[in-house]
């Protein structure tokens, strides 16, 4: 199990690597947890929520997913667009760096992070449908569902641990960031 969770960890690649595409329920519902880059990045959005206001808490969530649906439609149109890819890569080093600011969290920053989510959301969408969709909507559901279960386990974890133990946002944005621009510099090679 710890090489498993290791291997998962260390492999940006592990999102795309179709393993499970047999089952179309279960892959999609799967996809999203295969890879850091999509997993860290749902956590990411959810622990953010954790830390607005309880009447604002649901928007940043709920439009990741609006927009993650919007990107997967648009995939269905338009299979061939580039640089998605760049999108959800630097939406893990953004987020990370939102997490270890904690920037976002006021004002007309709040404005510019939703605008910014959106276009994060649109490219998860867009990449989840390109990379595992073969013509089964039971996958399209899963991956939904599937995003919609992370923001709510980052959300918990950003309730449970940002009050009793504050250092651990910051810990967790450094490591997503650094992850992040790991990736970005990896496809800039």
Known sequence: MQAYLTLLLFSPLAAQAGALSGAAFTAGLAHPFL?????????????LAARLPRRLAWLPPTGFVATSLLGGLLAFRWPGLAGMEWGIELSVFTLGLALLSGAWLSGRRLVWAACGLALFGLAHGYAHVIEGYHGEGDFFAGFMLATALL???????????????????????????????????????
Request: glycine share 22%; aromatic share 10%.
């Open 35 to 47: 890879g850091p880059d999509h997993w860290l990045a749902m956590l990411a959005i959810g622990w």
């Open 151 to 189: 923001h709510l386990g980052g959300y918990g974890l950003g309730l449970a641990l940002a009050q009793r133990l504050a250092w651990t946002q910051g810990v967790l944005g450094a490591g997503m960031a650094l992850y992040g621009l790991n990736l970005l510099l990896g496809m800039a090679a």
